[in-house]
């Protein structure tokens, strides 16, 4: 599934190529995807340019002067740039062509994705609305975290998952961000210290930070004919590392299940 370093990355890879384009068509090849695909978005897109390319949580925000596209990539979704004289195929569902002649084309094999389009802020559409603040910005801090968890009993894990709390922490970043602040992902999170989210606040955007740095680095090879950027691939400490030894104390790994999701924890090193 892509996760925020691998969205901020597509957005990095696809802006300069669309920037200040103007859309000459919109190819619909298959409407269904997690919502329809909305009928008027050839008549309302062709014509505009796109003057911004922006993120908010996992979704790529397209702005144009008559409103915004909002588009997510679901579970196996796919941006890619290519000239506009390369054939589509399967789960190739929606080309955005461009006066450059070029299209910006999006896979998605399992159609989980979505393609909506608002006239109005999309930052107030419904889906964006609830989302809590972006993980790099000065508004996740450890004062905020603190304060927003002194009623919530729930374990820290699900905690940082919720995107209603903090957006684009997903299922790897919260392994790793809790073994690196010595935090048990079972803990409540009306119990842990201010102390104790000082050393995860950081630890969360570090690994939010060098996973978006080495996206960065595949972004030459975004107009590939595969097109997936190669991202995270920093070492994982804790991560799919079950029964393994622990890199600080060399007992084993446990692997338990958390509100459906795999949690992998060092019992020794994380209280
Ligand atoms: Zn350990």
């Known amino acids: 599934m892509p996760e925020l370093p691998e969205v901020e990355t597509s957005r990095r890879g696809i802006e300069p190529h669309i920037l200040n384009q103007e859309v000459t068509d919109v190819i619909i090849r298959q409407r269904k ?3 329809p695909i909305p009928s008027t978005l050839k008549k309302q897109l062709i014509s505009k340019t796109i003057l911004q390319v922006d993120r908010r949580g996992k979704y790529i925000l397209l702005l144009t002067q ?24 399967k789960h190739d569902h929606l080309d955005i062509v461009f006066a450059n002649n070029k299209v910006l084309r999006l896979r998605d094999p399992r159609r989980f994705g979505s393609v909506l389009w608002t006239k109005t802020d999309p930052l107030k559409h419904k889906l964006l609305i609830n989302l ?5 910005g000065d508004e996740f801090s450890a004062e905020y975290l603190f304060e927003t968890s002194r009623n919530r009993k729930v ?20 392994n790793e961000s809790l073994f690196s602040a010595g935090i048990n992902p079972k803990r409540a999170a009306n119990k842990i210290s201010l102390a104790r989210y000082q050393k995860l606040v950081p630890a969360i955007k570090s690994i939010l930070k060098k996973s978006i740095e080495q996206g960065g ?6 107009i590939n004919e595969d097109g997936k950027p190669g991202y995270f691939q920093q070492t994982l400490c804790v991560y799919g ?11 084993p790994i446990t692997q338990i299940t958390q509100a459906q999701r795999s949690t992998f924890y060092c019992s020794h090193c994380q209280k």
């Open 33 to 35: 995807l997690r919502w």
């Open 66 to 89: 008559a409103g915004t596209v909002i588009l997510h990539l679901g579970m196996s979704g796919s941006l890619r740039i290519l000239d506009k004289s390369v054939s589509a195929e």
């Open 217 to 222: 680095t595949t972004l030459k090879d975004f």
């Open 241 to 251: 590392r079950a029964s393994e030894p622990c890199i600080n104390c060399g007992k």
């Open 132 to 136: 809590g603040p972006e993980p790099l």
């Open 155 to 174: 374990a820290i894990k699900t905690f940082i998952m919720n995107s209603q709390v903090v957006v684009g922490v997903g299922n790897i970043y919260a």
